[in-house]
C-alpha cells in the first residue's frame, strides 16, 4: 500500500544508491590524480628545482654534438 510509510523507505535507498554512486566516482578520481602527482609530478619538479642530472639517475646520456 501506499499509505504504509514503505515508499518513503524505498526511496530513501534510491537517494543514498546515487550519492554512494558519486562519492565512489569522487573518490576513485581523487585516487589517480593523487597518484599520478606523486609519481610523476613531483619527482620531475624535485629534479628540476634541485638539478638532478641523467648520470645521477641511471639513464643513458646523449652523446655531445661536434
Known amino acids: 500500500m501506499v499509505g ?14 546515487y550519492i554512494f554512486k558519486s562519492l565512489a566516482v569522487v ?3 581523487g585516487l589517480s590524480f593523487t597518484t599520478v602527482l ?4 613531483v619527482p620531475t619538479l624535485y629534479a628540476m ?9 641511471g639513464e643513458p646520456q646523449r652523446p655531445k654534438s661536434l
Do not use: Q, S, Y
Request: a negative charge.
Open 4 to 17: 504504509d510509510g514503505n515508499h518513503r523507505a524505498w526511496g530513501g535507498a534510491v537517494a543514498l544508491g
Open 27 to 29: 573518490i576513485i578520481c
Open 38 to 41: 606523486t609519481l610523476i609530478f
Open 49 to 57: 628545482f634541485f638539478g638532478v642530472k641523467a648520470e645521477e639517475t
